[in-house]
C-alpha cells in the first residue's frame, strides 16, 4: 500500500509563495505520473500540475508561469512551488500518483488572504 503525505500549506498573503511537499512511501520513480489537485469550497476537484515519468509536465492555465512541480527522486518527494499566489488559490491541494492504480494523499490546505 502506497502513502501519499503532504505538508507545507498554510495562510499566506496575495503574492506570498508556499512549497508543498509530497512525500511517498515507493520509490517515485516507479510511477507512470504525480500530480497535485485541489479542491475549493463548492467546486470539483481539479488537476493543477503534472509529471509524468518521462519527464513531461503540464499545468492548467490559471496556474501557468506561477507554479512549478518538480521531484527529487532520491528523497521520493514531490513538490510544488507556488509564487505570486492569488486568492482563487484558496483550496485543499492533494498529491496523486498513478501506478496500476491511483493514489491520494490526506491534503494539506492553502488559504490565500490578507
Known amino acids: 500500500q502506497v502513502q501519499l503525505v503532504e505538508s507545507g500549506g498554510g495562510l499566506v498573503q496575495p503574492g506570498g509563495s508556499l512549497r508543498l511537499s509530497c512525500a511517498a512511501s515507493?520509490?517515485?520513480?516507479?510511477?507512470?505520473?504525480m500530480g497535485w489537485y485541489r479542491q475549493a469550497p463548492g467546486k470539483q476537484r481539479e488537476l493543477v500540475a503534472q509529471i509524468t515519468s518521462g519527464g513531461n509536465i503540464v499545468y492548467v492555465d490559471s496556474v501557468k508561469g506561477r507554479f512549478t512541480i518538480s521531484r527529487d527522486n532520491a528523497k521520493n518527494t514531490m513538490y510544488l512551488q507556488m509564487n505570486s499566489l492569488k486568492p482563487e488559490d484558496t483550496a485543499v491541494y492533494y498529491c496523486?500518483?498513478?501506478?496500476?492504480?491511483?493514489?491520494w494523499g490526506q491534503g494539506t490546505q492553502v488559504t490565500v488572504s490578507s
Open positions: 496523486n500518483a498513478q501506478r496500476f492504480r491511483t493514489y
Open positions: 515507493a520509490r517515485i520513480f516507479s510511477f507512470n505520473a
